[in-house]
């Protein structure tokens, strides 16, 4: 489905200016992504908005997705099960339950799942230096203490769950559900 509205988007746009956009594949795969993440980033405020935690959910996405950029992880081959995917988990996440005990836990396991699993880079990804992957790693860290700080401050727990959620993608065991996942999902078409 996004792929489609992706071809159609890079076949206005390579009519429109053949000389000077890139070439029409790199189109494709850029309007897809940006396509999916509005997709998955629209549906799951209505869904946050439906279920009346429009400001959770929304503290979850920023998280992850920030986290996400940082830290990498396993990719879904279909842009419509990744949506998916991602919404189903962020609605599982904003009802996490929360404690002051439990969020020292969650911010803690996150700290130390970044710390072992990130960054995680598909085979076919570019890897950067260590240099700059430690300062990506630094990063990551640093955004994991604010949402801390955050949830201590405001009483605002859904920077710490977002975090937590892409951690725990992060895992060797949530690598290989994805790419089992992709197996499923490859064999069923």
């Known amino acids: ?6 071809m159609a988007c890079a ?3 390579k009519k429109s200016n053949p000389d000077e956009t890139e070439p029409h594949d790199i189109l494709v795969f850029g ?3 940006v396509i999916n993440l509005l997709f998955t980033f629209l549906l799951a405020l209505v869904l946050g908005a ?4 429009l400001a ?4 979850v996405i920023l998280s992850f997705m920030l986290l996400r950029v940082l830290t990498g992880g396993a990719h879904l081959e279909s842009s419509l099960a990744c949506s998916i995917a991602s919404l189903f988990l962020i609605s599982a996440f904003v009802w996490l339950p929360v404690s002051p005990w439990l969020m020292y836990v969650y911010f803690i396991s996150t700290i130390i799942l970044i710390v072992l699993y990130a960054p995680y880079y598909e085979p076919h990804q570019v890897q950067h230096s260590t240099e700059w992957e430690r300062k990506k790693k630094y990063a990551a860290i640093g955004s994991v203490c604010m949402g801390m700080l955050i949830y201590l401050l405001f ?3 859904g920077f710490v769950f977002g975090s937590l959620l892409q951690a725990l993608l992060l895992t060797p065991a949530s690598i290989t559900l994805t790419y089992k996942l ?3 999902i490859n064999n069923g078409r």
């Open 56 to 59: 959770l959910t929304l503290q």
């Open 31 to 33: 309007f897809t992504i």
């Open 50 to 53: 439906l279920l009346g935690v």
């Open 11 to 13: 076949d206005h746009i």
């Open 155 to 157: 009483g605002q727990p």
């Open 182 to 184: 992709n197996t499923l």
């Open 1 to 6: 489905m996004f792929e489609r509205w992706a």
